[in-house]
């Protein structure tokens, strides 16, 4: 079973910037895309980035230009990142990360979801 854990949430400005990390505990199949979800108060988690083994990125329209995917594979694990800058109030959310076979710019998420990571961005 693979575990994921997310970090680097926290409390910024509007116009403010952070990294998100993912550590997934085991090297992940090259067939399997790798994403961050955002759930809004709203409770509706939507995919707002994607990467693929061979680091095609995608993302959602209302992150595009100030959001960054990338991934860090090793021997036995991998992590992604999301650089977020010119964060807006909008951009507040719980953050998640998965993988997931990548269909028409949706994840299909094969790991159980972790407790994500709260950003919060003040007007």
């Known amino acids: 079973q693979v575990q994921l854990v997310e970090s680097g949430g926290g409390l910024v400005q509007s116009g403010g910037s952070l990294r998100l990390s993912c550590a997934f505990s085991?090297?992940?199949?090259?067939?399997?895309?790798l994403g961050w979800f955002r759930r809004d108060r709203g409770n509706q988690r939507e995919l707002v980035a994607s990467?693929?083994?061979?680091?095609?990125?995608?993302?959602a329209a209302s992150v595009k230009g100030r959001f960054t995917i990338s991934r860090d594979p090793s021997k036995t694990t991998d992590t992604v990142y999301l650089q977020m800058n010119n964060l807006k109030p909008t951009d507040t959310g719980v953050y998640y990360c998965n993988y997931g076979f990548l269909d028409k710019g949706h994840i299909f998420a094969q790991g159980e979801w972790g407790q994500g990571t709260q950003v919060t961005v003040s007007s």
């Open positions: 085991m090297k992940l199949s090259s067939i399997y895309a």
């Open positions: 990467i693929t083994s061979n680091n095609v990125e995608d993302y």
